[in-house]
């Protein structure tokens, strides 16, 4: 079965946006302003946290239900395996690069922090994923994930997800309230700690991603329910939350806030530790997402039904597809690109803003370059993932059942910085 590609072009997406918001030139550029993270609390880390978990329910939940529990534990232990591979190979890449170009340790020392092949305590800690450069801590947090993932995989097909969400949640509540802070300082006394993304918070995204997935394996979702064209009111609701921190946005980022008023808000809106306005954010618009590219072309709205289509065509655009087909592979080569823009910036700059935008444009053209490579050496193998459930299905048809004879189960048919990502 063919894969879902929406979701290999959202992917994609969230890849051109977290290379424009990681790449840096002094003056800042204007490019990187045309960026939805300009109006509200949505980045591409978020969206492309939240698919990797989707797209490991699904797939891994799928393979346990054909070939059974134990290959997919193997299929997911694997890929963290290979993740682990590709966040040492970067850091590797970018120290021996350290060691070649005069002057990296000055222009990226607020990346690298005293991370050098004369710190062998810190590249310790670095190969323990503990002391992570910047842009390239998203690859130690899928290490993690993946590695706690088969037992809650497990949990999720034997419909104990209710467990699992609970757990997430006081997990990330414990992080609001400061819980971890002692752990973090007890680790730190150890190896030195160098991490921007809270993993015990940011795995609220993962895991929700996951239990969606698992879900669409087993076909348990009905879409149609979820998403109804003659009920509107939940988007509506996420549509005006939206619009609500849009102003907040705009406020925080271009006008000065009251002082009491900035801590209260910058207290709630902690990135790092993915903090209750970017959990708010986050949920709203993936709902409304969702929502008007599903249901939007039926509506009575022209305005709605242009918005989906423009969505639709955005995000299965061939590029797009392509980066998204090979995420891992493009992430870690953007990585790269990043701290060698940066010496370029730094030798050859500064750059007027015509030369920045060029450089940019080039720069996402050539994202693709490990994905053509992959492609042109067939490392594309689209039977590792079938299309999810949420792919449309006709009216009044049943879904279809496993490899093992039995139809999924499926609800009754009555009544988705120090740095910017």
């Avoid at 966040?87 to 020392?109: D, E, K, M, R």
């Avoid at 995000?315 to 998204?324: E, I, K, Q, T």
């Avoid at 994202?367 to 079938?386: K, N, T, W």
Wanted: proline letters at 6%; glycine letters at 8%; charged letters at 15%.
């Amino acid at each position: 079965m063919g894969r879902l590609t929406i979701l290999d072009g959202l992917r994609g997406y969230f890849l051109v946006f977290m290379f424009l918001n990681h790449l840096t030139f002094a003056g800042d550029y204007l490019l990187v302003k045309v960026n939805h993270d300009e109006l509200g609390f949505v980045e591409g880390a978020q969206g492309f946290v939240f698919l990797s978990g989707l797209l490991a329910g699904l797939v891994h939940g799928q393979r346990a239900l054909r070939k059974g529990f134990g290959a997919a534990a193997g299929a997911i232990w694997n890929r963290a395996a290979e993740i682990y591979a590709y966040a040492l190979a970067c850091v590797l890449v970018i120290l021996v690069l350290q060691t070649v170009l005069p002057g990296s340790q000055l222009y990226w020392h607020h990346w690298l922090g005293d991370l050098s092949f004369g710190r062998g305590r810190l590249v310790a800690a670095s190969a323990l994923l503990l002391y992570q450069p910047d842009h390239l801590d998203i690859l130690p947090q899928y290490v993690v994930y993946l590695l706690v993932t088969p037992p809650l995989l497990w949990l999720c097909l034997r419909g104990r997800w209710p467990w699992l969400a609970a757990g997430c949640a006081v997990l990330w509540l414990a992080v609001q309230l400061g819980a971890h802070l002692p752990l973090a300082a007890a680790m730190d006394r150890i190896l030195p700690l160098r991490a921007y993304f809270n993993v015990l918070a940011w795995q609220l995204v993962f895991m929700a991603g996951l239990m969606i997935g698992v879900a669409m394996a087993q076909g348990r979702i009905d879409w149609d329910r979820l998403f109804r064209r003659d009920r509107p009111e939940l988007a509506i609701i996420a549509a005006i939350l939206l619009l609500f921190f849009a102003v907040w946005r705009v406020w925080s980022n271009h006008f000065t806030m009251p002082e009491p008023i900035a801590l209260r808000f910058h207290a709630l809106a902690n990135r790092g530790e993915f903090g209750v306005v970017y959990l708010l954010n986050f949920a709203a618009a993936a709902y409304v997402v969702a929502w008007v590219i599903r249901v939007g072309p039926e509506t009575a709205s022209s305005a709605l039904r242009r918005l989906a289509r423009l969505l639709q065509q955005l995000f299965n655009l061939p590029f797009l597809r392509l980066l998204g087909r090979h995420s891992l592979q493009v992430y870690a080569w953007h990585v790269i690109m990043i701290y060698l823009l940066k010496a370029v910036d730094h030798d050859w700059g500064p750059f007027d803003e015509a030369t920045k935008t060029l450089i940019a444009v080039a720069g996402i053209a050539l994202l693709a370059v490990p994905a053509l490579i992959l492609e042109r050496a067939g490392g594309f193998l689209p039977s590792l993932h079938p299309r999810p459930a949420m792919a449309d299905r006709g009216p009044g048809r049943r879904p279809r059942a496993t490899a093992t004879g039995t139809p999924p189960r499926s609800t009754p048919s009555s009544p988705p910085s120090p740095h910017r990502r």
